[in-house]
């Protein structure tokens, strides 16, 4: 049977395209299933992204979360390197945040007011007396709309959710979307944008833990961030105001630091980092925000972001009480979060840069996270 005899035309272009390395690489692209089923009927959606270096994550539609993401170590070999579980049962228990989509607003709200255009807003609070990452039911819980999209050097999936005017105190209808690319060039790119039809207060974030030797404590991860202030908080973590600088303190990661070498000497936080740091060359676009080195395995993280600020929180809350992947107890320090945003509390301190979105204007911010290993 005749079935394909190439034209020479195309063995040309087989030849010209098929270089020795692109030869080994494998085909990126979208894998869609069903994950699991919501008391209210809901399906939740799994998207599977690979890439030409057998890179994989799994995004979920419940929370826009990533449950899975596979990198190799220094001797070729895949391991899980974020925190999450198996099923999505298990995410509709509760949990810190695993992977998730942050929304409406990420990080913490001062007792959960703000006043903008002259009106006094009161949101949910679920952190003590603050807001945190966008109350009782944020983007993190609800289920998003997901399509493939084309990707121009990868895999792409792009979620939405509209969040209604009112929602756990917001003004204004928001449409949200994160978009999921992973490159072959070994990056997970997150592309955030948001429209409104009211002025409203926006951080979108991503809540991943990482941890890159895919297991045990996170306290031997070499870290540096690329910043020269972070900003001092009280002991309900609300920033003071202060864009403190790093310098001669426990806080400055400017140069390559175990991630417990100093841990416990922190004040208002004693049991570990969870502070927002000012990046160096804010409002210069996308630029390297931090680097993890996790000597092990080899594995390096690097995150770049568009962002002015990251919130490095090291873990600090897991308590053994979450039995996460593969029946693994998430201990303290099991984990740690890079979450690229704007600074906490930004609608209550003129001095940090704006969070306000109004109507005709888009929110549009991204962060990569680049994998490699030394
Ligand atoms: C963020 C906060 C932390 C903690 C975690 C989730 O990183 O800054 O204080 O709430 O989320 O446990």
Redo the contacts with the bound molecule.
Sequence with gaps: MNRYIPTLAACITMLLTLTPSAAATLPSGVKKSHYGTMPDGTVIEQYRLTNANGIVAKIITYGALMTELHVPDRQGKLGDIVLGFDNLESYLKGH??FGATIGRVG?RIAKGKFTLDGRDYTLARN?GPNH??GGIRGFDKVVWKAEIVPARNGAAVRFTYVSPNGEEGYPGTLTATVTYTLTDTDELRLDYTAKTDQATPVNLTN?TYWNLAGGGDILNHVLTINADHYTPVDDT?IPTGAIAPVKGTVMDFTTPMPIGSRLLSLDNSPRGY?HNYALNDSGKGMRLAATVYEPGTGRVLETFTEEPGV?F?SGN?LDATLEGKGKTVYHQYYGF?L?TQHFPDSVNHPNFPSTILRPKKTYKTATIYKFSVK
């Design positions: 810190p945040y990080n952190d945190l990452h809540h973590l969870d919130q929180y809350f979060c979450e």
